[in-house]
Nanobody, 123 residues
Framework: VQLQASGGGLVQAGGSLRLSCAASGPPFSSSSVAWFRQAPGREREFVAYINWDGLNLQYADSVKGRFTISRENAKDTVYLQMNSLKPEDTAVYYC?????????????????WGPGTQVTVSS
């Protein structure tokens, strides 16, 4: 299965965007998914995580209270609602499928990365 992230764009600081992560096939509905982001010259970093049934949600400290992760298994889609965006949120956002029982914030435990979607927040 490969994941496809979409919904990025250019927004002013304080604005909102909703990203979508769609899967092309099983086992999406039984898998945990996370959003990561990568700014130019920086490592890919954890943003948010949701387990298969949506009952376990985790966020990076930098986005807590501003971003919300959710999923619709019937549509094989995970969302990332981003509010109160800041210039430092500018990055390419990727969604990944969890393949290992290791830490949810470690990108090494995720795969099926798609091409990502660019989010640019202007000041």
């Amino acid at each position: 299965v490969q994941l496809q992230a979409s919904g990025g764009g250019l927004v002013q600081a304080g604005g909102s965007l909703r990203l979508s992560c769609a899967a092309s096939g099983p086992p999406f509905s039984s898998s945990s998914v996370a959003w990561f982001r990568q700014a130019p010259g920086r490592e890919r970093e954890f943003v948010a995580y949701i387990n298969w049934d949506g009952l376990n949600l985790q966020y990076a400290d930098s986005v807590k209270g501003r971003f919300t992760i959710s999923r619709e298994n019937a549509k094989d889609t995970v969302y990332l609602q981003m509010n109160s965006l800041k210039p430092e949120d500018t990055a390419v956002y990727y969604c990944g499928l969890r393949y290992s029982s290791g830490s949810y914030y470690d990108k090494e435990n995720f795969g099926s990365w798609g091409p990502g979607t660019q989010v640019t927040v202007s000041s």
